[in-house]
Every structure is written in C-alpha cells, then in structure tokens.
C-alpha cells in the first residue's frame, strides 16, 4: 500500500483541540475527490488538552490518517521532521494544523513540482499574487518582516517568504536533508531551505491563499528571540559543516 502513496500531508499539532477535528474533514474531503492515494500523519507535540484523545478517535474511524506523539513538547521544527521521515508518499507537503493555507492550494504546490520546476514547492505570502484574504495583526506583519530581513542578511537570500506553514518536497528531497535538520523550532522552515539550497535543490516560491488565525501559538516576544538565536545557530551549524 505504502509504495502507491503519491501525496503524503503531514501536520504537527499542539493544544489544537478546538479545531483538529474540522481540520483532518477538510483534508479529507478534499484528498477524496483527488485520482491518487494518499496518506495524513499528524504528529502531537505533547498537548495538554484533548487533541490526543480526538486524534486517537479520528484515526481509528480513518485508516489514511496515521497519529504519532511526542512524550513532550518538543517543538513545531521536531514534529515536522518526525512525521516527514515516516511519511511514504512520492510527494510530502506539510501543513499548520489551523489551515491558513487552505489545502486546497495544494494543487498550486503539486503542479510546479510536477512539471519539473522545482524540487520543493513552498507557499509564499509575500508575491505580489499572494491572496492575503485575513492580514496579521501590525505587530505580528512588523516582526515578520523583520524577521525576514535577518533572514535575508545572516542565512541566505532571495526568499521572500520562509516562514509560510506550506511546503511540499519531492520524496528524495525529504530524505537527504530532513536527516541534517537540527532546529526544533519555529525557525526550522528556514534551517531546511538553507541545506536545500546548499545540496542545489531547486526550490520555488508560490503564491497562495492565506488566512491569519487568531490562535497563533508564536510568543511575539519570546518566539521572535528564539528564532533569531536560531539563525545564528544555522550559520555556525554550517561553519561546523554540521550540514
């Protein structure tokens, strides 16, 4: 079964009890009326409230839908990379599990990757065809551009968008630089692209639909700190020749 996978989505999850369930019909919906098989592996990141217990529920009435968890809350970063290194599928897209961009944009991902012009496929809200139908808050756009700029100065240019919860690989992809990944956090998106780029992989930005939720687990504060700290941890990951 797992050889005639074609699409393998993946989402990390935490505290998500309020909208999980809503989220894997919309996923599944959506994948049913596609002509290729696929699988859904959600991985639980040490939640405190009844996501575990739904998700449980969830993946016994759904033999597509594989659930795996973390002891403890390890981080978005861990999650993803978790899930992708068990995913069979000739194509792995990992999504947020509040659907900011609405699965549906998938198609958008899969058709670049398809007809060979990249390797990975990553959603961006930050072309001028961006769909930005609910904007962020003006502190969380500030510290996205900041955040952006940082990136562009200290890891690697020429991305506009890193930080999008959309992105989709070739399963080859997956498999030689999902291995080196050592960020466990929210800068993670960045870390991947970064040892993408070194491997010359060819990696395109996409623009999509995209919604702000208001159930943001990124800290302004402590968040914007940590992944900052992250860049730099990247660069010397590099110097090391950790990658």
Same mark, same amino acid.
């Given at each position: 079964?797992?050889?005639?996978?074609?699409?393998?989505?993946?989402?990390?999850?935490?505290?998500?009890?309020?909208?999980?369930? +809503?989220? +894997?019909?919309?996923?599944?919906?959506?994948?049913?009326?596609?002509?290729?098989?696929?699988?859904?592996?959600?991985?639980?990141?040490?939640?405190?409230?009844?996501? %575990?217990?739904?998700?449980?529920?969830?993946?016994?009435?759904?033999?597509?839908?594989?659930?795996?968890?973390?002891?403890? !809350?390890?981080?978005?970063?861990?999650?993803?990379?978790?899930?992708? +290194?068990?995913?069979?599928?000739?194509?792995?897209?990992?999504?947020?599990?509040? +659907?900011?961009?609405?699965?549906?944009?998938?198609?958008?991902?899969?058709?670049?990757?398809?007809?060979?012009?990249?390797?990975?496929?990553?959603?961006?809200?930050?072309?001028?065809?961006?769909?930005?139908?609910?904007?962020?808050? %003006?502190?969380?756009?500030?510290?996205?551009?900041?955040?952006?700029?940082?990136?562009?100065?200290?890891?690697?240019?020429?991305?506009?968008?890193?930080?999008?919860?959309?992105?989709?690989?070739?399963?080859?992809?997956?498999?030689?630089?999902?291995?080196?990944?050592?960020?466990?956090?929210?800068?993670?998106?960045?870390?991947?692209?970064?040892?993408?780029?070194?491997?010359?992989?060819?990696?395109?930005?996409?623009?999509?639909? %995209?919604? !702000?939720? $208001?159930?943001?687990?990124?800290? $302004?504060?402590?968040?914007?700190?940590?992944?900052?700290?992250?860049?730099?941890?990247?660069?010397? !990951?590099? %110097?090391?020749?950790?990658?």
């Amino acid at each position: 079964m797992f050889n005639s996978i074609f699409l393998s989505i993946v989402i990390p999850t935490y505290n998500e009890e309020k909208r999980i369930g +809503l989220t +894997l019909q919309k996923i599944q919906e959506y994948l049913e009326k596609q002509d290729y098989n696929y699988e859904i592996i959600v991985v639980d990141d040490g939640s405190k409230d009844n996501t %575990w217990e739904l998700l449980k529920e969830t993946a016994q009435q759904n033999e597509e839908i594989y659930i795996m968890r973390n002891g403890e !809350n390890k981080g978005k970063g861990y999650s993803v990379k978790k899930g992708v +290194l068990q995913s069979h599928g000739e194509y792995i897209l990992f999504s947020d599990a509040d +659907l900011s961009t609405p699965i549906e944009e998938a198609e958008k991902l899969l058709s670049s990757l398809l007809a060979r012009e990249c390797d990975i496929a990553i959603g961006s809200r930050g072309l001028s065809d961006s769909d930005i139908q609910i904007p962020q808050p %003006w502190y969380r756009r500030t510290m996205g551009r900041i955040f952006n700029l940082l990136v562009q100065i200290i890891v690697m240019r020429g991305i506009k968008d890193t930080q999008c919860g959309f992105k989709c690989f070739r399963r080859r992809v997956v498999y030689e630089i999902f291995p080196k990944q050592r960020i466990n956090g929210f800068s993670f998106d960045v870390e991947i692209l970064y040892i993408a780029r070194k491997y010359h992989y060819r990696i395109k930005e996409i623009p999509v639909r %995209w919604f !702000n939720s $208001p159930f943001s687990h990124v800290h $302004p504060i402590r968040s914007s700190l940590e992944m900052f700290l992250d860049l730099i941890k990247i660069k010397i !990951n590099d %110097w090391r020749e950790k990658y």
